[in-house]
């Protein structure tokens, strides 16, 4: 309860704003403020005559329109997109002085725009909120848990995060943009030994170990998703390492996953058979993300396959193919987007009807949907599974064996392996 009810007291965010509080320098930019709190979480009025602030050499006793507006004192051009550096606050209260920096403050593009903190917290005698990490081994897609930390603001609760992550710091000596903590400084190597085109990747996953290392054996957000994406590269082939990934994303699990594995821990799971929780974790994909609920339900349908549930693949799917003859994948030029998932959904269809009643009619549904064959470049897992694994693994009849030859066939002349 004292956890939530300091969350909800001291709760900063980080916005931009149209409004127009007081009359702005013409260079635009700074922050507006709200509200302050001590330590105690006490709110502070600024009329008190023990507390006073100042910045940039000018001391602020007054509110604007309900918030206290601190000047940028940008010498820039206003449509030149720099950055405000700094702000430096020295705030003085019961005798005691605090110092709070705060970097990278957006200038005023629009007259009027400025940046909004609901509050400050007095907790710490010198913080400074390195709010925008800049390098090239910063990837955005690594600022979502981060960001949405910052809309908080620096409060006692979202310092013991921010600070774990290099975003806040305690002591002046990081002033400068170009000092990184030392887990900061071993990642951003591993970042840029890292490709995507390697097939081993020991030099960036070494130097993951020393951030690690220095981190205090703590796992962050960057060190852990670059190691993850590492580590998931091959997944299909490398089933050796699932086990592993599992472990630590469940070790893990306050710290958000890239976007780009958020299907990760599934694969795993299917890669130790471990289906009915494979099944688990795509159901909460489904909800998490219902724009792409389709892909989601095509990855399940493939779970359903590996514990031979044909039946109800068939059942699932039949609607969806009631109106669609196999002409439809002969006559059809457009390859890409809506059709190339359709096919695929007929593939599925198709394979499933075939394995069930090895028909006349059934084959020439699965024939139709390999007409367009370069549509498996998409999901060539599936074929390969198909091949060297489940065909490899079950009874062969000889009207199956029809089935083999043809996604040979594909698979030859797509040159999937």
């Known amino acids: ?151 908080n603001g620096i409060t006692p609760y979202t310092n013991e995060i921010l600070n774990k992550l290099g975003f806040t710091h305690f002591s002046p000596d990081y002033i400068n943009d170009a000092k990184q903590l030392p887990w900061e400084e071993y990642f951003c190597k591993a970042a840029d030994k890292y490709s995507p085109n390697y097939s081993t990747n020991e030099k960036s996953l070494a130097y993951l170990e020393q951030a690690l290392k220095e981190n205090n054996n703590e796992y962050n957000e960057h060190i852990l998703n670059l190691k993850l994406i590492i580590l998931s590269k091959n997944i299909k082939e490398e089933t050796e390492k699932s086990q592993y990934i599992l472990d630590l994303i469940n070790n893990n699990k306050d710290i958000p996953l890239d976007s780009q594995l958020e299907d990760l821990k599934a694969l795993c799971l299917i890669n130790l058979k471990q289906y009915d929780e494979a099944l688990k974790e795509y159901d909460h994909l489904e909800k998490q993300h219902p724009k792409y609920e389709d892909y989601y339900t095509y990855d399940k349908m493939k779970v359903f396959f590996y514990q031979s549930r044909y039946d109800e693949i068939i059942e699932y799917l039949s609607p969806m193919f009631k109106k669609i003859k196999n002409t439809y994948f002969y006559k059809i030029t457009y390859r890409g987007g809506d059709f190339d998932q359709l096919n ?74």
């Open 344 to 417: 695929k959904w007929y593939f599925l269809y198709s394979f499933c009807s075939y394995l069930e009643k090895p028909t006349g009619a059934n084959k020439r549904k699965l024939v139709a949907s390999l007409h367009n064959s370069s549509v498996f470049s998409l999901d060539y897992d599936f074929i390969r599974y198909l091949l060297k694994d489940f065909y490899m693994n079950t009874p062969i009849t000889q009207e199956k064996f029809e089935g083999l030859k043809l996604l040979f066939k594909v698979s030859e002349k797509e040159n999937i392996f």
């Open 1 to 151: 309860m004292k956890k939530i009810t300091t969350t909800i007291l001291i709760i900063l965010c980080y916005t931009f704003s149209f409004a127009q509080p007081g009359h702005p320098p013409p260079s635009g930019g700074g922050l507006s403020i709200k509200n302050f709190y001590d330590s105690s979480l006490n709110k502070i009025s600024i009329d008190n005559p023990s507390f006073s602030i100042t910045s940039n050499g000018f001391t602020y006793s007054h509110k604007e329109q309900g918030s206290l507006y601190i000047s940028s004192n940008n010498s820039s051009n206003i449509f030149d997109g720099q950055y405000q550096k700094l702000i430096h606050l020295e705030i003085s209260y019961n005798g005691k002085k605090h110092k709070i920096d705060i970097e990278n403050i957006f200038p005023n593009r629009h007259y009027g725009t400025l940046e909004e903190i609901d509050s400050i917290v007095l907790d710490r005698p010198y913080i400074l909120s390195k709010r925008k990490k800049i390098g090239k081994c910063w990837d955005n897609s690594y600022y979502a848990y981060s960001s949405s930390i910052l809309k």
